[in-house]
């Protein structure tokens, strides 16, 4: 004899089987509208991050004067950070490296920048009606490369001993040539507002790209400067924070981690090192299913099970 059971199928219950009640769909997505807005502008002016003004030169030439001409002359003695970069500006360094592997060198120069002459000799030259400086241009163009370097390398060590790095504190001398010429007519387009257009013209109606005058600013040390005072420096989480006291990107914070500590910290390919550690750290995560013995921490350490205690209580 045969015995059958049979186990009853819990039936699914028919929707129509509910009690209904009218419902105003679009009150309700006009009263959230209304509430949200409301909300989110008053947390926003008592909790957003502080609109700071952008720097301009014209900025930094009233502000760090003696800067703009130690800058300048950096640029035309060819030892500032742009001058030395490598790609994609130019072919002074190998740039940053992972072991053998050269990556700064795989794109090659795309965005070909001279130092001394784009950001400093060239906008000096749309300058009209100026005979001194027309007369420094020309000195400084028919010398020869070497001249030039002397110059400028001369004028560079004299303006780091004077001081507060002040020209006018710097005793005339025929060792720097038409630099102190350069440099003081330099400060005075941007104290004029017209090296930002000189430096960024390309010809084209719209002007985009400010290569250029960034590269300028940022070899000075006013933009640093500021950067730090807001707590935006390399070596102060400043990947991840915002101007002021104010909460920034808290996603960002492993990235950024890594820079605080060795040898990242001190490391001149520290950008190309954080970049393969964080694609390695990514890939394991990825891999988290494949990777034996990782693939089982949820089974030592069963969190999921508290977390879906009500479903696991139902199955069991």
Do not use: C
Request: aromatic letters at 10%.
């Amino acid at each position: 004899m045969t015995t059958v059971t049979t186990t009853r199928r819990r039936r699914t219950p028919d929707s129509h089987d509910f009690p209904t009640r009218s419902y105003d769909l679009v009150k309700e997505f006009v009263f959230a509208l209304v509430v949200v807005a409301v909300l989110t502008t008053v947390l926003a002016a008592a909790f957003s991050s502080p609109d700071e003004k952008s720097i301009t030169l014209s900025d930094w030439a009233q502000k760090a004067p003696n800067d703009v001409v130690a800058t300048a002359t950096g640029e035309l003695a060819g030892t500032t950070t742009s001058a030395e970069y490598g790609p994609p500006y130019n072919h002074a360094a190998t740039g940053q490296t992972l072991g053998p592997l050269e990556l700064q060198n795989w794109a090659g120069v795309r965005i070909p920048v001279d130092s001394a002459n784009d950001l400093v000799i060239s906008p000096l030259r749309g300058v009209n009606g100026d005979q001194e400086l027309t007369s420094a241009l020309n000195t400084w163009t028919s010398a020869t490369a070497a001249q030039q370097q002397d110059w400028a390398a001369a004028y560079a060590d004299a303006l780091s001993t004077a001081p507060d790095g002040n020209p006018a504190a710097v005793k005339p001398s025929s060792a720097y040539g038409p630099v102190p010429v350069l440099g003081a007519k330099f400060l005075d387009l941007a104290r004029s507002g017209g090296l930002e257009g000189a430096l960024d013209a390309r010809g084209n109606f719209y002007q985009g790209d400010s290569t250029r005058g960034l590269l300028l600013l940022a070899d000075g040390a006013y933009l640093e400067d500021q950067a730090r005072a807001r707590n935006l420096g390399g070596d102060q989480w400043g990947m991840m924070n915002e101007t002021g006291n104010y909460p920034g990107q808290p996603w960002m914070w492993l990235y950024t981690f890594w820079y605080q500590v060795k040898p990242f910290s001190t490391s001149d390919n520290a950008d190309a090192q954080v970049w393969a550690l964080m694609m390695v750290l990514t890939l394991a995560l990825v891999l988290v299913p494949f990777i034996p013995g990782l693939r089982s921490v949820p089974r030592w350490i069963p969190l999921h099970r508290l977390i879906w205690r009500d479903y696991y209580r139902r199955s069991s």
